[in-house]
T-cell receptor
Framework: KAGVTQTPRYLIKTRGQQVTLSCSPI?????VSWYQQTPGQGLQFLFE???????NKGNFPGRFSGRQFSNSRSEMNVSTLELGDSALYLC????????????FGPGTRLTVT | AQKVTQAQTEISVVEKEDVTLDCVYE???????LFWYKQPPSGELVFLIR????DEQNEISGRYSWNFQKSTSSFNFTITASQVVDSAVYFC????????????????WGLGTSLAVNP
């Protein structure tokens, strides 16, 4: 069974630009969650999608948005990038909800200059 | 409130030593789930174990063992005879219901413990 894939793996953008990250979950998994990870900050929850609906949301500004498609693939978008958005963005999929283990992709390393 | 505390920020041991990573949680939920994940230097988080609140049996998987104690709200992780490949950041997480958020379950993460196993 293929694991969670994320594209691109590395990205360099400049302040003010926008970026779209993609995540393909494990086949059969309907829940996709996104996290931001920065040194010393642990895993910061962005949002979770289930059956194309946002089910949970973290405390991030509206510049961070996401969506999920009917095939469970998900994208997250960050508009008007700031230097502080430089981070590792991780996508995780699970069968149904947070009572199930999550399987993570390799992440997208975003650098904002 | 729901919270996960991993008090040990960094631990350094010498190969073959045993090491225990602490995890203390807070929740008002009666049915909850606890997890441990490993994040090696490569960056990809790896699921290690899932335990529900009704199963307090300790679990052993090779050199790894987990001690779940509801009385002290702890879910500690022990690595026996540590190896250099065990060097990673280890995260403990709690899944509980958020009563103010439509009763949805949400995963609450600890800040992680960075384990360095030196040869």
């Amino acid at each position: 069974k293929a694991g969670v894939t994320q594209t691109p793996r590395y990205l360099i953008k400049t302040r003010g630009q926008q970026v779209t990250l993609s995540c393909s979950p494990i086949s059969g998994h309907r829940s996709v969650s996104w996290y931001q990870q920065t040194p010393g900050q642990g895993l910061q929850f962005l949002f979770e999608y289930f059956s194309e609906t946002q089910r949970n949301k973290g405390n991030f500004p509206g510049r961070f948005s996401g969506r999920q498609f009917s095939n469970s693939r998900s994208e997250m978008n960050v508009s008007t990038l700031e230097l502080g958005d430089s981070a590792l963005y991780l996508c995780a999929s699970s069968l149904a909800d947070a009572s199930y283990e999550q399987y993570f992709g390799p992440g997208t390393r975003l650098t904002v200059t | 409130a729901q919270k996960v505390t991993q008090a040990q920020t960094e631990i350094s041991v010498v190969e073959k030593e045993d090491v225990t990573l602490d995890c203390v949680y807070e929740t008002r939920d009666t049915t909850y789930y606890l997890f441990w994940y490993k994040q090696p230097p490569s960056g990809e988080l790896v699921f290690l174990i899932r335990r529900n609140s009704f199963d307090e049996q300790n679990e052993i998987s090779g050199r790894y063992s987990w001690n779940f104690q509801k009385s002290t709200s702890s879910f500690n992780f022990t690595i026996t005879a540590s190896q250099v490949v065990d060097s990673a950041v280890y995260f403990c997480a709690l899944s509980g219901r958020l009563l103010d958020a439509g009763n949805n379950r949400k995963l609450i993460w600890g800040l992680g413990t960075s384990l360095a196993v030196n040869p």
